[in-house]
């Protein structure tokens, strides 16, 4: 059964956002023009049931009363927009010598040696991660995929 979505209207999201967060600051209109699109694809295209209905309007509210939040947040601490965001490095070490713990303690070396650099210039949070048996990226018949499997993957946060 094809449940319309035009009953619901931006207004009414942001409305139902704002008393669940006690907040109405939206910021710029920038937000509402693609909410709109949606609702209007979602009323001719997605063809939603009950149950789909009832997750997209949950969905819908829910990223309104992020962005309330955001936008509280930032006028809280305008400092924020100061800062510098970059992205995690992400580093993943493939052991491809004979002897695997000997590559395995070198890329532990290396992520040692990359978190202290970085320590020193900025807070950061270093995750190390074995997930060869976890996550294979190879088959393990092979010595080759085996290889592949003895890996570690580093991420770094700042």
Do not use: C, Q
């Not at 319309?4 to 920038?30: H, I």
């Not at 209007?40 to 509210?61: K, M």
């Not at 052991?95 to 992520?111: I, N």
């Amino acid at each position: 059964m094809r449940v319309p979505m035009s009953d619901f209207d931006a207004d009414r999201y942001a409305e139902r956002a704002a008393d669940a967060t006690g907040l109405d600051d939206f910021g710029d209109d920038s937000w509402r023009a693609g909410l709109e699109r949606l609702l209007a694809s979602l009323d001719s295209e997605a063809a939603l049931n009950d149950l789909g209905r009832t997750i997209v309007d949950g969905e819908i509210v829910t990223y309104l009363t992020n962005r309330l939040g955001v936008i509280a947040e930032r006028r809280a601490h305008p400092e924020i927009a100061r800062g510098t965001v970059a992205p995690p490095i992400v580093a993943s070490a493939v052991e491809t010598a004979t002897k695997p713990l000997r590559g395995v303690r070198h890329v532990f070396e290396e992520e040692e040696e990359v978190h202290f650099s970085l320590k020193r210039s900025r807070k950061v949070t270093v995750h190390t991660i074995s997930k060869g048996e976890k996550a294979p990226t190879g088959k393990n018949n092979t010595e080759a995929g085996r290889a592949r499997n003895r890996r570690v993957d580093i991420t770094i946060h700042n």
